[in-house]
């Protein structure tokens, strides 16, 4: 299943190409998007480490069927890439995101999880969508719980900002539909 560009009321998430590397290599390397984000993401960020993730972890997942990745575009300027987001057919990380601070605060992400859960639960067919986060990510963890994802396991996780407590949050197709009807 390729990834398909999916609109919503505000926004445009379009598949992610590699020409996106460009401003994600400008927008993303900032202590505020990238201090609770998994270890394996390079700090300090390395000039042309966008390029080798969009090229070689991203659309590489495209081409083997175990990821959708998205660039989040507002719909008052859709040559702006404001975020990324993702779903991955990977055990207990199936959801990633990131939006740079100026457009936080608006339930913009909200509104592309929404989106892509969709897309995850009614076209691909899956059962259960599962989305690990460190425990002091305060805004994410309010976004799970506001979209009736609930918590499921902690653990100890290496984040860039170093080893935090973390959760593991879910919700299956049965209850995202169901809370999709209400």
């Keep these: 299943m390729t990834t398909p560009e999916i609109i919503t009321s505000r926004l445009i998430l379009r598949p992610l190409c590699s020409e996106d590397a460009i401003q994600i290599q400008r927008k993303f390397p900032r202590w505020e998007i990238v201090r609770y984000l998994i270890a394996s993401v390079p ?16 659309l590489e997942a495209s081409r083997n069927g175990k990821g959708w990745f998205w660039s989040l575009r507002h719909k008052d300027n859709d040559q702006e890439l404001i975020g990324v987001i993702s779903l991955m057919d990977l055990p207990d990380n ?59 396991r902690t653990e100890k996780a290496q984040y860039v900002s170093g080893e935090l407590d973390s959760e593991l949050w879910e919700i299956t197709r049965e209850e995202w539909r169901r809370l999709a009807r209400e």
């Design 43 to 58: 700090w300090p960020f390395p000039d042309g480490a966008a390029q080798h993730y969009v090229d070689n972890v991203a």
């Design 94 to 152: 199936n959801r990633g995101f990131w939006l740079v601070p100026e457009f936080q605060g608006q339930g913009l992400m909200s509104e592309a999880c929404e989106a892509v859960n969709h897309f995850w639960f009614e076209t691909l067919g899956k059962e259960v969508l599962r989305a690990p986060k460190a425990a002091v990510n305060d805004r994410s963890r309010q976004l799970s719980s506001r979209s009736g994802m609930r918590l499921v």
